[in-house]
């Protein structure tokens, strides 16, 4: 069984920065992809940032030079340091892995709301 945990998210202020964090636990064989996405309510969730296992990254346009994505391997655990919030950056922040156990398959975090007022 493969889990997620993210942390980091909260309340903060136009301007200011938060960190998330994502952990992968379990049964992991090898993580290919991850990556974070965001939901705002009554949108659809989108991609913000994803780094591959040979560490190159992507990005929303929305977040770039903004947002940092980054990884520790040996931990299994990816950030997203974000800079310079904007209340349009407000959403339901998820963590997401394309990792191979027995086969290879997309797994999610549970979310963490990021709150970003003017």
């Known amino acids: 069984q493969v889990q997620l945990v993210e942390s980091g998210g909260g309340l903060v202020q136009a301007g200011g920065s938060l960190r998330l964090s994502c952990a992968a636990s379990?049964?992991?064989?090898?993580?290919?992809?991850m990556g974070w996405y965001r939901q705002a309510p009554g949108k659809q969730r989108e991609l913000v940032a994803i780094?591959?296992?040979?560490?190159?990254?992507s990005y929303a346009d929305s977040v770039k030079g903004r947002f940092t994505i980054s990884r520790d391997s040996t931990k299994n655990t990816v950030f997203l340091q974000m800079n310079s919030l904007k209340p349009e950056d407000t959403a339901v922040y998820y963590c997401?892995?394309?990792?191979?156990?027995?086969?290879?398959?997309?797994?999610w975090g549970q979310g963490t709301q990021v709150t970003v007022s003017s």
């Open positions: 379990g049964s992991i064989g090898s993580i290919n992809v």
């Open positions: 997401n892995a394309l990792i191979a156990t027995i086969s290879t398959r997309s797994y």
């Open positions: 780094i591959v296992s040979g560490g190159s990254t």
